[in-house]
Every structure is written in C-alpha cells, then in structure tokens.
C-alpha cells in the first residue's frame, strides 16, 4: 500500500506537479471568493491553506475538485484534469457537512470511501470490510466499527472521517479544517496520520484555522485571502510580512 | 375470521389490498430517502403537480384510460421535479420556498382546468376531479397489475444502486469528490419518488399522498440506526397501512378506503415516536427519569457524608 | 488568460417562459370563452327585443324554459352535459351570468349543493330566484333513510312530478313578461302533454320488463324517483349525492346482490366517473356471472346539444330505451 520512505520520483517534473493550479476564479452572486489562483504543490508535501475567515479556503479546495462551479481557470492534479485522475485523490469535507443522525454506522461510513473503485451496483464485500476495519485501526477506532454515528464526539467524527479517506488510498489527499473542535488528543493523533502519509510520498492539502499550530505541524503554507498572498516553503513563506498582507490588520505574534 | 377469508377470497377486497400494499410498500420505501434527504415536502409537491397533468392528458387525448392519466401525472410531476431542482440550483431560493412555488403554481393551474374543462360542453370529462381524493373502490386486477410492475421496477432500481443512493443522502460532496454523477442519481431518485406518487394517486388521491411517503419513513426511523432495516421496516409499515385500511373499509357502508390507509400510518407513526426501540420519547422519558433518581440518591449520599 | 465560463441560468429561463406559455394557452386550448354557442355557458349578451334574460344551474330546467318561453326568453345553463350538479361551484363568470339575469330557476331540494350560498345571497338582492323542485309537494318528496331528513333531489325521473316545475316556471315567466302570459301558457300546456306520453312510454316499456330483471343498478342514487313511479327497483353504488367517495364494502355488498339475482347489466352515468361501475362489474364477474355494462344513462346532466340526448324528452327516452333493452 504505501512507498518506499523518500519523495518518489513521480511528482518530480512540473508538469505533473501534484496540483497545478491557473487563473483559478470562482464568484458568488458577482461577489469574487476566490481570485485568479496561481498554485503549484510540490510532490510529498504537508501543506496548510490559511487565511482569515471568507478567504475562499474552502472553496479553493472544492473548486480544485470541481464541487464548486468556477468561473474560470485550470486545475491540473499530477497533469491531468480531475475527472481523471479522481481515484488517486482522496477528500475529507468539513464535519458540519454531513447530517450526523443518518442512520448508518461508523464501518460503513469508512466503506463509502472505496465505492469509487468499487464502481456501480456492486456491493461492499469482506475484503472491503477488512479494509475498512484497518483504516479504523490506523485512527485508534476500531472498537467503535458497529457504532451508530451519531453517538460519536465531534473528535471521533473528524476520526471517522479520515478513516474514510484513507480508505481511498489515494496519491493525494484534501482536508477541509480537520482540526476545527477537536480535542487535543485527537489532533495529536490526526497529524500524525497526516505526517506519515507525507513520510510515504503523498501529498496533503489541508485548510487550517490555527496560526499557532501551523508552522510546526505543516512543511508548505498557502497565503490566502481571495487572491493568492504567498505559497512556498513554510521557513520561508510563514513571515510576518506575508501575514500582514493576508490578515490585512496586525496580529499578534507569540514568537 | 370471515374478513381473513375474504382477504384471499372476494375480488374487491383482495385487490383494493393488494393494491393498496404496493403503494404503501413503495412509497414506503422511496418515500425514506425523501425523509433523510429533508425534502419530505417533496412528495406533497409532486403529487399536487400531478393534476394539471392528468387534465392535460385528457385534453389532449380525449382519453379517460388510467395508463393515459397516469402518464399525464407522471409528465407533469417530473417536470415540476426538474423546475424545483432548476430553481434551487440556479436562484437563492431556498428548497422549501421552491417546492411551495411549484406546488402551487401547478396545483393552481391544475383546478382552473378542471373548471374550464366542466365549462366545456363536453360530456365526457366528468370524474378527472376525482384523482383530487383517490377512488380506492375502484381498484381492479389490473390496476394492481400495473401499479405492482412499476413499483417493482422502482425497487429494483433502489436495490441495484442502494449503496450510491445512500453515500447520496448522507454526504452528497463527497460522493461528488468520487466523480458520482450526482446531479443525476438525484434526478433519478425523485424520479423514483414521481413513480410512487402516480401509483398512488388513484388510490389514496392528491391531497394525501403526500402522508403515505413520509410517514413510513419517519415511523421506521424510530425503531432502527441501519438504513436498510429502516427501508424495510418502512416498507412493511406502509404495505400493513394499506392492508389495514382496506380491511377495516370493508367493515361497514360508505367508508372511503383512502383515509383509512392515512389513519393507520399515522397511528404507527404516533405509536413509533412513542414505543420505537431506538428513540422512543417514553422510553427517553423513562430513562431520563432513572436518571434524576440516580442522581438525587448520588448527591443525598454525598450530602450525608460531607462534614 | 482568463476564460470566462457560460452559466446554466438561460436554460432555467426557457423552461419557465414554455411553462407561462403553456399556462397561458391551454385554457384556450380548452375551448375556454372565444367561441360559446349562443345559447351556452357564459353568454351574457343583453338580448334585443325585450327578451326575458333567464339563468338556470341544470340543462333539464333550461329545457323547460326554452320549450315554454320559445322566442320570448333568452336562456343560459351553468351546468352543462356531462357536469356533477352536486360537486359544481360557480366560476366568476358564472356570477355575472347570475346577476346579469332578470330570473333564476334552480332545483333546489339541495342538488346544486355547493351554490346554496350563492342563491340566497342572489336572492338577498332582490332578484328573483326560484327553486323550480319546490313547486313539488313535499309528501310525494322520497326521503332516502341515510339522508338524515334531507329529500332526494333528483325529481325530474318521474315525469308526472316533473310537471310541477313547468308549472312554476310557466308562473313565474307570466308574472315576469304579462305581456306573452298566454304564449307562455300554452307551451306549458304543450310540454305537459308530452311528459304524459312520456311518462306513459316509460311505464309501458319498464312493465314490459320480466320481473326478475326489474332492478336498476347505478353509479349513484339518482333514479329513485324513477324507480318509484315506474315499478322498477332501484340500488345506486354511492349515495345520494356523488361527494360521498364510493367506499370498498359498498362494491363488495353491490356485487354480492348482482351476482346473487343474476341481475343482467348494469350501468354508467355519464356525469359520474365509470371506474366504480366498472371495478363492480370485475367483482361480478370473479364471482362466476358476466353482468354486461348495459350502457350510458343521462342522470344529472343531458347529451350534448344539438343530439336528442341534448333535450329532457330525448334523454329520458334514451334512458328508458337503454335500461329495458339491457334488461331484457
């Protein structure tokens, strides 16, 4: 299932760059949400999308997966157009998406995961059960397999979640706030499914709330506030000018 | 005992039975994915729809035929499936306000042809305002027949594509994000729901359809966590409302079968919110009630030992 | 370069401009106002030559106030054929055709049970307003038992009681026009005499009937006066009135007698919908004997017009041709 330790040589070239992103523009009643986007993600990357509040992060995600309508752009993922490619990419939508009092279990929530190579009509069968129940293993939630979802916390939700998407055993992988109340020990246990993904050379795209936590836990950061600000290595990137910039008002610093 | 027999036995009773079985395990069933989708005001919509449909179809055919009324019905409910999910998408229309538009409108549009048809001097359109509450007596073989064939093929195509129907009702961006076509299994989903409408449509009428998709569903949804028990709980419920109803409208003169088949769901829908394993408000009252108990003897016995 | 990409909006716009086309352009298709005969519903013309405007809810009271009034009268019937009298509510138009009317006949005995609002309020006017069944003395009304003291409406089935409303009609258009009082007197006299032949061709072809066969079965009670006054028995599958839904035990009992007397044919009515009839006539036949659908008997409304059926007289001959010759 997963490669070798280094950055493989398949996202190497540019040309098929992970996410290659052009011109991206998506607007909400004539109201611009997201910018002409310029974006290129380098193979093997941990990278974390971060803006104030409205600043399209969201929908940068769902317009590079085409769930949004855009207006205009390209995006490209390992040079190819989405539809393409979708087996390779696995998606975690925000938590408040989802009406949690459906009438389904946490294994099958993770099964929905594989119904993409599954294909249509055919059914989950023991080896995607088995599968299933592994991805809930690598999330510490194997023993919740027959739970009714709406008996889990909002952490155990994210959890699920994930499960899922590993499930998809994806190249890439697009997270939408996966930390957003969550208790800490779940967050501990996220980022490091997260890191580990990137230690076995995929990529991970994740929309972040928290200024504090972001330079330690992600190795890419995308500015973002409608446009683009900056996006590059997070040394290099995660400055204070940059910040301000994208923040618009000062911001307090801890460092 | 003689109903049972007559159950089997006399043709006017087995087949209003039966006929009423098919609709309510149908809509029983199609009607649940409306439930957990939130569009329960969806079935109401489409069968109001449905009776400028059914006028259509006679004025332009001249026909009375049930399969010519039915396809009317069917033509129109579609269309304003297509119209309520066009308005959503495309305006700031919230979904409520649409489907509240679209019954309306054509419900509207429905009753002035009824009238200009009365106006017409034309002797045969008698009867058409007769779809507005159902004609249940009137139910033969078949009819049943054809209603059993549609409804049948409705459920095989919820069984063949059961797993993409239910990763649709529970989280539609994701199964967006798998390259699910979703804009059409949801098409075909309501279209699903249109079928159920028409068949029932003769039987229990416009103004009441809409209580037999719903309430199965949402009785079920009280007894069960799993999505396919609560189908097929929905679709027993809704099959025992119609036996039910047909067999107690037997009972005495003047009964109309219609509102029968209503009574009895809604009595399984009020014993459900209150007796239903997995959410029962008794039981929740019950188990609330425990738990005061528990915590007035926890905190008396702390208060005994606190110095 | 930025390419802008096009929205789906035009599509939803066509959709709804072909529905505001079709909203618009199917009651016309209908036959909706642009081209009423003369004589038909919403024709609201001020007739020239001092005609006397008369308004009428059934075609069977127009029939009396063209055979009376002839030139003298200019008459318009809200229901016309193939309409439910006890289901029909009167339009806008309707209104204006009322109150644009110097007089007013309905049956009354609540047949037109959904205007009687309508007719007091007409009457509160002033205007006048006559429920031609009143004429009918109450002690030879039936009271059908489930009707909790309410009298059958349906009096023009037996022809001798349909002799009063000429009567109340010929009255009332002499008070109203004195002028033509004798006009109108004799037409009355004329009609009378035809409804004694009528009547006394109905008695002769129903006593021509074996008395097993005697038996009557229809969409809904409106034949009882029929029954009554030509010796034939008569059982209807929904009650009095058509509002009441036909109900699943109502078939079933129906059936059971059909099958059990051998009764011979049964029939639709043309301002009643068949399915019922129809779903009694499979019970009938699943019980071992094939009872026919005798044919289409004229119950609350005529046949069209301009068809014989389209008269009183024609659509009462039509009725009593068509039930004896299936019953014999």
Known sequence: ???????????????????????????YDE?????????????????????????????????????????????????????????????????GSVDWDFPTSVLDVVMMGMYGRLGWVRRPGKSERERARECLREVGMENFAARQISQLSGGQQQRVFLARALAQEARMYFMDEPFAGVDATTERAIIGILQRLRDDGKTVLVVHHDLQTAPEYFDWVVLLNVRIMASGPMEATFTPDNLQRTYGGKIAFLK | MNVLRDLFLDYT??????????????????????????QGLMGDALSHAALPGICLAYLLTGSKAPLVLMLGAAAAGWLGMVLILRIVRHTRIDPNSALG????????????????????????????????????????????????????????????????????????????????????LDLLLTSLLVVAVVIGLNTVGVVLMSAMLVAPGAAARQWTDSLSKMLALAGAFGAASGIAGAVLSVTAERIPTGPVIILCV????????????????????????????????????????TP | MMTIRRSALPRLLILLLILLLTLLLAPLLAGCPAGTPPDGPGSTARAGGGKVRVATTTGMIADIVRNVGGDRVDVTALMGPGTDPHYYKATAGDIQTLTGA????????????RMTETFEKLAATG??????????????????????????????????????????????????????????????????????????YARTQIAKLPEAQRILITAH???????????????????????????????????????????????????????TIEAVQKAVQARGWDVKIGGQLFSDAMGAAGTPEGTYVGMFRHNVDTIVGALK
């Open chain 3, 102 to 113: 110097d007089v007013i006949f309905y049956n009354g005995l609540e047949l037109e049970g």
């Open chain 2, 101 to 184: 538009i679209v019954l309306t409108v054509f419900f509207g549009f429905g009753v002035v042809l009824l009238t200009v048809l009365q106006k017409r001097n034309d002797a045969g359109q008698a009867g058409l305002d007769k779809f507005l509450f159902g004609q249940a007596a009137a139910m033969t073989q078949e009819q049943v027949a054809t209603m059993a064939v549609l409804g049948g093929a409705a459920l095989l195509v919820v069984a063949l594509l059961y797993k993409e129907f239910k990763l649709l009702a529970f989280d539609p961006e994701f199964a967006r994000s798998l390259a699910l076509p979703t804009r059409s």
């Open chain 3, 221 to 275: 009670d409106a034949f009882g006066y029929f029954g009554r006054a030509y010796g034939i028995e008569v059982r209807g599958l929904q009650g009095t009135s058509t509002t009441a839904e036909a109900g699943a035990r109502d078939v079933q009992d129906l059936a059971k007698l059909i099958a059990g007397r051998k009764v011979k044919a049964i029939f639709v009515e043309s301002s009643v919908p068949p399915g």
């Open chain 3, 127 to 200: 205007r006048k307003t006559v429920a031609v069944a009143g004429g009918v003395p109450t002690e030879k009304l039936r009271q059908p038992r489930e009707f909790q003291g309410r009298y059958d409406p349906h009096v023009w089935f037996d022809a001798k009681l349909w002799q009063h409303p000429v009567r109340a009609v010929a009255k009332t258009l002499s008070e109203m026009d004195p002028a033509s009082a004798t006009l109108y007197e004799r037409n009355a006299a004329e009609y009378l005499a035809e409804l004694e032949k009528l009547d006394a």
């Open chain 2, 13 to 38: 009773l087995r087949n209003i039975a039966l006929g009423a079985a098919v609709l309510g395990l149908v809509s029983g069933v199609l009607g649940s994915f409306a439930v957990l989708r939130r």
């Open chain 1, 1 to 27: 299932m997963t490669n070798g330790g280094t950055a493989t040589a398949a996202g190497a070239t540019a040309a098929a760059a992970p996410v290659s992103v052009r011109d991206l523009t998506v607007a």
């Open chain 2, 266 to 305: 809604t009595l399984i829908v009020i014993v459900s919110l209150l007796f239903g394993s997995a959410r029962g408000l008794v039981w929740e009252w019950l188990r609330q009630a425990r738990h005061r108990r528990e915590m007035r003897a926890a905190m008396a016995a702390e208060g005994g030992t």
């Open chain 1, 31 to 95: 109201k611009p949400v997201l910018w002409d986007a310029d974006l290129d993600i380098p193979a093997g990357s941990l990278a974390a999308i971060i803006g104030p509040n409205g600043a399209g992060k969201s929908t940068l995600i769902k317009a590079i997966l085409g769930l949004v309508p855009a207006a205009a752009g390209t995006v490209r993922l390992f040079g190819e157009p989405y539809e393409r490619v979708r087996k390779s990419v696995g998606y975690v939508p925000q938590r």
